[in-house]
C-alpha cells in the first residue's frame, strides 16, 4: 500500500482504531448495526492512556480521510460513525500490519 493512501503510519494509531473497532463491534452485537455509533467522549474514554492530543488529532485524521462520518450534533456531543469503506480499509491495514480484527489476540502483537 502506497504511503499517501496509507491511513495508519504508526502503532499507536494502530492500536487506537483496534480499540475503536473493538467498542463499534461490541455495540453491534449489542445493540444492532444501526447503534453502531460512538460519542467522541465515549471514545476518549475507551482511548484513555492515550494523550488527549494524540486522541483529538487521531479523530480529526481519521474524519479528514473520510474514515469516520459526523452524525447530527446531539446535546451530549458529537458523534460519528465508521463509514463502510473507511472500516474495510482500516480492517485492512490492521490485518496488514499482523495485528488482525478487534477480535483476533492483537495485544500480544502491540503490547
Known amino acids: 500500500m502506497a504511503r499517501e493512501e496509507q491511513i495508519l503510519v504508526t502503532v499507536i494509531e494502530a492500536k487506537m482504531a483496534r480499540k475503536l473497532l473493538e467498542k463499534i463491534e461490541t ?3 449489542s445493540y444492532g448495526i444501526e447503534k453502531a455509533w460512538l460519542y467522541r467522549s465515549e471514545a476518549i474514554v475507551e482511548l484513555k492512556g492515550f494523550k488527549s492530543s494524540t486522541i483529538r488529532s487521531f479523530l480529526e485524521k481519521l474524519e479528514k480521510k473520510g474514515v ?7 446535546p451530549w456531543g458529537g458523534v ?15 490485518a496488514d500490519l499482523n495485528v488482525g480484527s478487534p477480535r483476533a489476540d492483537a495485544d500480544q502483537v502491540l503490547a
Open 68 to 74: 469516520i462520518e459526523n452524525i447530527p450534533p446531539s
Open 80 to 94: 460519528f460513525r465508521f463509514t463502510i469503506n473507511g472500516e474495510e480499509k482500516i480492517r485492512r491495514e490492521l
Open 27 to 29: 455495540k453491534r452485537k
